[in-house]
């Protein structure tokens, strides 16, 4: 079985989705690895070092494609203004393709890998259970955005954050908002704590509570039960016009005090929710901060702007977009480790010819098998 890593094309990708410690592992496994060359450079990683690792290097992305029996990507394939794929186009019937296709956002894509008998993984709806903790890239990204979130606000208030007592009289630590207690919020709690900040953390689910106070956060909590809040993978549930409004009126009240806003709240396959409003913009301080997490679905802030960092009403609003695209090292790392934890799971059904269609993980995040559109999500 070959196993083919293509360069990435999104704009600003710099992350791989192998590194020459899996490639290792695979190799180990009885398995030929091929990489397109120079796809690990923007993660620090050189042709070099792969061949070592026991990988072949190929010289374009459609020699890839084309020869390889399953594709590993850190990206979705881009559609032209056709709708079209040269990377679906070049791959052979039933090849394997595991990658993050965010599926529900991309029924176009999705059909056109059922249309080529492509039998594809969409990462991203692996379901939430202990037994693929170690195969779940979105908490591996979602960490590594919530540290980097910390310190892009670090980076662009003009304070610092922890309490500092000097000869000319103590300096106040600053207070931040951090919405939604999720794997992202988390570590963003973490991190702004070990700079020494006030942190208080808001979540939809109440069980957040317990975690975000072992961290020293203040947690504050929407008045609902467990299971309006939460769906069966323990992400949280969209929620009415109502309720948003309730959670604006609940954060506006810390809002205007609050240094630094780092918002998290995504609800899987729907627009974010707008939790920070233009009028609640306007009444922060001047020189606050808002790190908008949300920004590639929307936005949790009405005023963030994907991609940019833009001054408004005297507060810095941060819509930077792939925050672990920033880190690439760490990213590629835990995003191939992540993969090759799949792939090793389901190796020995792809070996035996057969996947186990009744087994939680392949059911989760399968969305293609022999022409069809399988996943209950996609179906109409």
């Known amino acids: 079985m070959k196993i083919g890593i293509p360069k990435e094309t999104f704009a600003k990708e ?21 990489i397109e060359s120079d796809a690990g ?65 991309n029924l176009d894509l999705i059909s056109l890998l059922a249309k080529k008998k492509i039998i594809a993984f969409s990462m991203e709806l692996l379901p939430r259970i202990a037994r693929a903790q170690n195969m779940d890239i979105l908490s591996s990204m979602s960490n590594l955005a ?28 600053t207070k931040i908002i951090i919405i939604g207690a999720g794997v992202a919020g988390l570590q963003a709690i973490a991190t702004a704590r070990r700079l020494g900040s006030l942190v208080i953390a808001f979540d939809t689910r109440p069980a957040a509570g317990e975690q975000v106070k072992s961290l ?12 309006a809040s939460e769906d069966q993978g323990g992400y949280a549930k969209e929620q009415s016009k109502e309720f948003y409004q309730k959670e604006q009126d609940i954060i506006h009240k810390y809002s205007p005090d609050a240094d630094v806003i780092i918002t998290t709240a995504l609800i899987p396959g729907k627009k974010a929710p ?3 409003t233009e009028a609640m913009v306007k009444e922060m301080k001047p020189g606050s901060v808002i790190v908008d997490l949300s920004v590639d679905q929307g936005g949790n802030c009405e005023l963030s702007e994907p991609g940019k960092i833009v001054v408004k009403y005297g507060v810095t609003l941060i819509g930077v977009q792939n925050l672990p695209a ?7 790392q835990l995003y191939s480790r992540n993969l090759f934890a799949f792939f090793k799971y389901i190796a020995p059904m792809l070996k035996e010819g057969k996947l186990d269609f009744e087994d939680e993980i392949i059911k989760g995040c399968l969305v293609t098998y022999n022409g069809e559109v399988v996943h209950p999500l996609l179906k109409h």
Do not use: C
């Open 216 to 227: 020293g956060a203040e947690f504050v909590s929407m008045e609902v039960s467990h299971e």
């Open 274 to 276: 707008i939790l920070i």
């Open 146 to 173: 919530g540290y980097k979130s910390v310190v892009m606000a670090a980076e662009h208030l003009g304070k610092i954050f922890p309490m500092l007592t000097t000869a000319a009289g103590t300096i106040q630590p």
């Open 326 to 332: 920033t880190l690439p090292s760490n990213a590629s």
């Open 41 to 105: 450079l923007l993660s620090y990683i050189s042709n070099n070092e792969y061949e070592k690792a026991g990988a072949q290097i190929a010289p374009n992305a459609e020699y890839i494609f084309k020869e390889a029996d399953v594709i590993f990507k850190v990206n979705r394939p881009q559609l032209n203004e056709q709708k079209l794929s040269p990377e679906i186009e070049w791959m052979k019937e039933n090849t394997i393709f595991v990658a993050p296709f965010y599926a529900v956002q």
């Open 14 to 34: 710099t992350r791989v989705a192998a590194v020459p410690e899996t490639v290792a592992k695979i190799v180990k496994e009885g398995m030929e690895v091929v």
